[in-house]
Every structure is written in C-alpha cells, then in structure tokens.
C-alpha cells in the first residue's frame, strides 16, 4: 500500500466532449506555490499531454478555456513537466485504481483539484468521493455551468465575467492587471504577494461557494499571451 505514489481516480468519457480521458491523484508534491497537497491531474487517456496540445485533443481536458496551449493561450502549466511525468507513470501502470483503502490514506490530507485540466471534465461525484475526508481543497474551472460551485472557484478573466458569475451564486479568481483596482468583497492572493505563503497555509481558495473573491496580478512569462486574450473577449 505505500510503494505507489499516485492513485487512478477516473477513467471513462469526458464530461466536456466524450473523449476519453483519465484523472490521477499524486500523493505528495514540491510545488512552491501550493505546498505539500495531493495534486490531481486530468489527462487525455490516448495521447501524451504533448501530443494532445498539438492536435487540439486537449480540449477534452480544458474545454474552451482561453488560455488552452493549443490556441496558444497563456496557461502556466507546461505540458512537458508535470503532466507528462504523470501520464508516462500512468501508462506504466504505475497508479492503482483507487478503492476506499486507497482513499482512506488521504483523510486530513489537503487536495488540489485540477493541477492541469479543469475540473469539470471530471464526474462530480469523483471529486465528491476524493473531498470527502480532505482537511480542505483548492479548484478553479472555466466552465461555470458545471456542478461544481461546492468545490471549485470559478476562472474570470475580466471584471465583468468576475460580476456575473458572482451575481449566480460563484466566488470567482479573478486574473488583473497590476494597476486595476480591487473591487468590493475582493482580495488580493496572499501568495501572489509574500512568497512565504503557501496554499496550505493560506486556505483562502478552500471551497467553492463561501467566502471571499480572490484576484492576481498578471504575472509570468506567458503574461502578454493573457493581456491580448483578454483584450479580445
């Protein structure tokens, strides 16, 4: 029970297009942003992360998220890491199906839901089962009409997406540019500002429908990709 590092949560259709795909729950994780939370990584099961951003298969995973790699969007995370070390794991055999026991092992543990892809793609009642025993969760989508305001912060990109999906019922996280104002109700990310914040210790983000909004500046060196989506919707 302690050699795997990672269990097999889903495998079956996408909620978002039918394709087939997978979600995989690693154990630990040296993210500097986050911390130590279980991290949770939904893959198309029959290409390579890379391979799906070059054939446009990755809209299984992110649905018609902006910032998609393959419309050359501004996404952080690079396919090439962390999501193809976790699919070739996978493809090994490396990550057990998960059963109660598996899932038991990460009662009190905090879970991150959509390290790459979004979580929508993913049956609710997966993350329903993961979350049960978690000590607290982070998730963000793009795709506001899911399920999933119990678990996920909606994705705005503008103020005004940020006040509509507020105004039916969802706490947003709200990309910025530095000059922009907060608006009512709004914070900053903590760790956007002192990296000796993680997400572990902040729990801001935990839970989709109770709290505060969250905004970020724009940051990274995919920033001007951002600025240019976001300047055009």
């Given at each position: 029970?302690?050699?795997?590092?990672?269990?097999?949560?889903?495998?079956?259709?996408?909620?978002?297009?039918?394709?087939?795909?997978?979600?995989?729950?690693?154990?630990?994780?040296?993210?500097?942003?986050?911390?130590?939370?279980?991290?949770?990584?939904?893959?198309?099961?029959?290409?390579?992360?890379?391979?799906?951003?070059?054939?446009?298969?990755?809209?299984?995973?992110?649905?018609?998220?902006?910032?998609?790699?393959?419309?050359?969007?501004?996404?952080?995370?690079?396919?090439?890491?962390?999501?193809?070390?976790?699919?070739?794991?996978?493809?090994r055999g490396g990550y057990p199906k998960a059963t109660r026991r598996h899932l038991k092992r990460l009662t009190g543990r905090p879970v991150r839901l959509g390290s790459y892809g979004d979580p929508a793609a993913v049956p609710t009642e997966v993350w329903d089962r993961l979350l049960?025993?978690?000590?607290?969760?982070?998730?963000?989508?793009?795709?506001?009409?899911?399920?999933?305001?119990?678990?996920?912060?909606?994705?705005?990109?503008?103020?005004?997406?940020?006040?509509?999906?507020?105004?039916?019922?969802?706490?947003?996280?709200?990309?910025?540019?530095?000059?922009?104002?907060?608006?009512?109700?709004?914070?900053?990310?903590?760790?956007?500002?002192?990296?000796?914040?993680?997400?572990?210790?902040?729990?801001?983000?935990?839970?989709?429908?109770?709290?505060?909004?969250?905004?970020?500046?724009?940051?990274?060196?995919?920033?001007?990709?951002?600025?240019?989506?976001?300047?055009?919707?």
């Amino acid at each position: 029970m302690n050699s795997y590092t990672g269990i097999e949560l889903y495998r079956g259709p996408s909620m978002l297009n039918g394709a087939p795909i997978v979600a995989i729950a690693t154990l630990h994780s040296q993210n500097a942003k986050t911390g130590d939370m279980v991290q949770t990584w939904i893959l198309h099961a029959e290409e390579s992360p890379t391979d799906a951003v070059k054939s446009g298969a990755d809209v299984a995973i992110c649905g018609q998220c902006p910032h998609r790699h393959h419309t050359g969007g501004a996404c952080y995370v690079i396919p090439f890491h962390g999501p193809s070390n976790v699919y070739r794991a996978w493809k090994r055999g490396g990550y057990p199906k998960a059963t109660r026991r598996h899932l038991k092992r990460l009662t009190g543990r905090p879970v991150r839901l959509g390290s790459y892809g979004d979580p929508a793609a993913v049956p609710t009642e997966v993350w329903d089962r993961l979350l049960k025993g978690a000590s607290f969760s982070t998730g963000y989508t793009h795709q506001p009409n899911a399920d999933l305001n119990h678990h996920c912060m909606a994705s705005a990109d503008t103020l005004e997406q940020a006040e509509a999906l507020q105004s039916v019922g969802w706490r947003t996280f709200r990309v910025k540019r530095p000059g922009d104002p907060l608006t009512a109700g709004e914070i900053l990310c903590p760790a956007s500002t002192n990296s000796a914040i993680q997400c572990v210790d902040c729990q801001v983000c935990s839970g989709g429908n109770e709290g505060v909004n969250v905004a970020i500046n724009l940051h990274g060196s995919r920033a001007g990709r951002y600025k240019l989506i976001a300047t055009a919707a």
